[in-house]
Nanobody, 130 residues
Framework: QVQLVESGGGSVQSGGSLRLSCVTS????????MGWFRQAPGKEREGVAT???????SYANSVKGRFTISQDNAKNTLALQMNSLKPEDTAMYYC????????????????????????WGQGTQVTVSS
């Protein structure tokens, strides 16, 4: 049984920092992607940062230079360090995991993060006040 459990959310003032953690268990993919997503009230869920099993990392433009995603395989933990937080970062943050998908691109097959992730945590709230 796969489980993803987030922690580390809270309330901070603008400019502050928070570190989110996601402890995973039961994942058996050889090629996988893990990531952080967020959803603010009345808005669609958006990707924040992803990391695949090859070490490739991707960030949303809105968080580049402020957020850092990292993984500790020994502790089965995915982390998101969030610095210089802004009120617009306020949202429920979710950890997710999924198997990489094989795609035909640039005249060859590649593996890429899936459009839809299979496993999700329960979420942790981040609130940034101005």
């Amino acid at each position: 049984q796969v489980q993803l459990v987030e922690s580390g959310g809270g309330s901070v003032q603008s400019g502050g920092s928070l570190r989110l953690s996601c402890v995973t268990s039961g994942l058996t993919y050889s090629r996988y992607c893990m990531g952080w997503f967020r959803q603010a009230p009345g808005k669609e869920r958006e990707g924040v940062a992803t990391k695949d099993s090859n070490g490739v990392i991707s960030y949303a433009n809105s968080v580049k230079g402020r957020f850092t995603i990292s993984q500790d395989n020994a502790k089965n933990t995915l982390a998101l360090q969030m610095n210089s937080l802004k009120p617009e970062d306020t949202a429920m943050y979710y950890c997710a995991a999924g198997e990489m998908e094989r795609k035909w691109q640039y005249f060859t097959y590649i593996y890429a993060c899936p459009r839809e992730y299979t496993y999700w945590g329960q979420g942790t709230q981040v609130t940034v006040s101005s």
